[in-house]
């Protein structure tokens, strides 16, 4: 009975998502799960239920957009009404390679709102204020949701503006979400501040 016992962790490994989705699978009861001490356990029988059940409508969107999603340039992710990613671009996977990230915890399948909110260290006000941005778009209405924010690695500074505009494809209620560096234009201007200068007038003399 214990072999038929699967933990969290290799639930998640088997059907490629993040560890948060599957914990909330199992929250909404959408993945039945049993409690033994503080762990939750999933049977093997009910994953496989679950497999055979579960409807895929996001996955073949994410297979659909993707061919679109990857002639950007920026990074760039799709997120459903509830925040789990549903597609994301070559961009996107590349930045997270580079940087020792790890897909399964930032790809598709994954909650983005969810990551945000779960965020610490010098980073996490920055997330908070984007899921913030993310949740007014997708519930609200808004238009549009722009942030700017530092994303140091160890070797060099980094800027990006992350934007947020709805995204609806075939009457489902999307966002898109798009990182892209300003970090050549941020150390301008810190030089610049520096020299006591300005930046150059534009053509128009402005």
């Known amino acids: 009975m214990q072999r038929e016992l699967l933990s969290v962790e290799e639930v ?5 998502v ?7 699978w199992c929250k909404e009861g959408r993945l039945p799960r049993i409690r033994i001490g503080k762990l939750w356990r999933v049977r093997r029988e009910a994953l496989e239920d679950f497999l055979q059940h579960r409807e895929h409508p996001t996955t073949l969107l994410g297979e659909w957009l993707r061919p679109v999603l990857d002639v950007l340039p920026t990074h760039v992710a799709v997120v459903d009404k509830m925040g789990t990613i549903v597609a994301v671009n070559e961009a996107w996977k590349a930045f997270a390679k580079a940087n020792g990230g790890d897909l399964r915890k930032v790809g598709e399948g994954t909650n983005y ?29 808004r238009k549009e949701f722009t942030l700017e924010y530092p994303c140091h690695s160890p070797d060099e500074q980094r800027w990006f503006v992350g934007r947020v505009r709805p995204f609806p494809v075939n009457g489902k209620q999307l966002a898109m979400v798009a990182h892209e560096s300003v970090t050549d ?21 402005t």
Do not use: W
């Open 12 to 16: 998640a490994e088997y059907l490629n």
């Open 18 to 24: 993040s560890t948060v989705t599957v914990y909330r």
């Open 113 to 141: 709102l969810e990551v945000c909110d779960s965020a610490t260290g010098e980073q996490s006000e920055g997330a908070a204020t984007f899921a913030e941005g993310l949740r007014s778009v997708l519930s609200s209405g």
């Open 185 to 205: 234009r941020k150390l301008l201007e810190e030089r610049l501040e520096h020299q006591g200068g300005r930046p150059p007038e534009t053509l128009d003399g």
